[in-house]
């Protein structure tokens, strides 16, 4: 240990991400009106407790959602910032700590909403705050989507859910992830796959069997999904660990463990990590979104994905991150 | 308790189903081959390792599904056949007791399917032999189903993932276990929707929306969804409680608790739901089959609704269920 000075108050390095993704990022119009109208679904659907909380849960999911899809018509960013709260006050109410306490318990909550998102709308039981409001959601998506779209974006909502279980079950032993496990699920947990697969509904198009499946949507699509939970952990570690307990489970966590180094090498390395998916991303974007192929769904996608990465990029600076 | 006698040794009272569903029931002309096919598929996946009970499983899995199917074409069958041997397979290598004693590991086994399932062919990571075995399966089926088909089929594929998890959660604390909950859950853990999905892509029909989201064929899929759990509950609750432990996790243990009563008058109980669950589904395939309606897709889902319900009711009587 050759450090010097505390920990706490040593800067770590942080990914150069305007290279691909330079600002300043275009943002919807409807900024505002989303933010009140978050608070009003809040006010009828009262899944977060604290008045502060709920007033900066929905500051930055209003400023978010709107740099997320800045073209969208007000309905659609209602709906998704909606959705997007509601994943946040579900993790944030049940998931996380308070999951990892309990995983029977978190188990019987998302019990409810499996049940709501398998299309059996009466549960057997009681509805909880948290059912009321998903089902809320899921007419109001069953209203906009395509069938196809629903089914995605409901199966997204399971993987989320699944995603709040792993976590849950993980958070106090970082020591039995790998990094190719944490990989594959650090985008369920961030909800970024949910966002992608929103915005078709959002943005109102879809994309045909043959593009979404082609190589360069998937490769892009995975690109997005790998920086948005990473920047996610570099901007939230400090306070993650500020929790005390065992380490983050959090990317630079597991690669200190990885390449047995120092949270600033680990920083080093996750910031490259950032930069060349950005890289990755930003290129395939301008293939994607270039002449010929921007005009239709497959050009219409590219941007949404670009507007979503920034929207990520955007996040990094945001205070809900900071201690 | 006035009870005399050993109570291993007292005969509990079964429903008798025959009034609603009637046997012999119609058999597939392909059942040998389709156990064969089984067995030469856990050969090129061997997800089970005891030669005994691959045999075994093989041959109720055979017959099963050529009676829940039995004017299905063979590769219908055999794909329907295989899907059922990985969730059972999964369910006795990773879920209930295994499961239940260290469900962070589970979770786990799971991630790696979610990821699959989730369209993202490759793992980050290396592949078990049921992740192997579920992309045959999930690449079978994408040739076989329509988008929305698929999407369907593997939306319930997550929920019995879940359900393996949530029984895990609870297998030793069924105390915890609301008698709505597991009214919920049950059709996850018996698979029994997936089955019913699964009936478009193995008979090759689609319903319409409308057909789909109708009041009757809702009832008529949710009656045979919590039959097919309970009767499965009568028929292998010797088995489970003799296996010592907790009570099982069971319709008749959550009866007895919350009727306050002994095991033969939960039976009794359990046996008149049975009867009426089934009495109704067995009027609501009568409508939906009569006249007019019998014609169309619709018929033809009410049709398949009768033999995966009378696969139920056979499977009552087989040797898996006998101690
Ligand atoms: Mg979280
Ligand atoms: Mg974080
Ligand atoms: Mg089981
Ligand atoms: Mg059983």
């Not at 800067?11 to 009003?40: V, Y």
């Not at 999904?225 to 570099?234: E, F, Q, R």
Request: proline share 6%; hydrophobic share 40%; net charge negative.
């Amino acid at each position: 240990m050759t450090d010097t000075g505390h920990p706490a108050l040593r800067p770590l390095p942080m990914p150069d991400l305007g290279r691909s993704f330079p600002g300043p990022f275009a943002i919807s119009p409807h900024a505002h009106a989303i933010e009140q109208q978050a608070l009003q679904w809040l006010g009828e659907f009262p899944l977060i407790s604290s008045p502060r909380a709920r007033e900066v849960l929905c500051n930055i999911t209003g400023h978010g959602i709107a740099r997320t899809f800045p073209t969208a018509d007000q309905d659609g960013l209602f709906l998704c910032a909606d959705l997007l709260l509601w994943l946040t006050a579900f993790d944030d109410a049940y998931g996380e700590a308070t999951g990892a306490r309990d995983p029977a318990a978190l188990v019987r909550r998302i019990a409810e909403c499996v049940h709501l998102l398998a299309g059996h709308a009466e549960p057997p039981g009681e509805t909880s705050v948290f059912g009321a409001a998903l089902r809320n959601l899921l007419d109001r998506l069953r209203q906009r989507a395509t069938v196809t779209q629903y089914l995605r974006l409901t199966a997204h909502l399971r993987d989320n859910l699944f995603g709040m279980l792993w976590e849950a079950q993980h958070l106090d032993h970082p020591e039995l992830v790998s990094l190719s496990d944490y990989r594959a699920m650090r985008p369920h947990t961030v909800f970024v796959r949910t966002v992608m697969a929103a915005a078709e509904v959002t943005l109102d198009y879809e994309l045909t069997e043959a593009q979404r499946s082609s190589a360069a949507l998937r490769e892009l699509e995975s690109a997005v999904a790998d920086l948005a939970g990473w920047i996610n952990d570099l901007a939230s570690y400090r306070k993650e660990a500020a929790q005390g307990g065992p380490a983050p489970l959090s990317l630079p966590t597991l690669l200190m463990r990885a390449h047995d180094c120092d949270l600033g090498e680990a920083f080093r390395l996750a910031s490259r990590m950032c930069e060349d998916e950005a890289a990755r991303a930003g290129a395939l974007i301008t293939d994607l979104t270039g002449t010929g192929d921007g005009e239709g769904a497959l050009g219409e996608h590219a941007r949404a994905l670009q507007s979503i990465a920034s929207s990520y990029v955007w996040h990094i600076a945001h205070s809900r991150y900071r201690s």
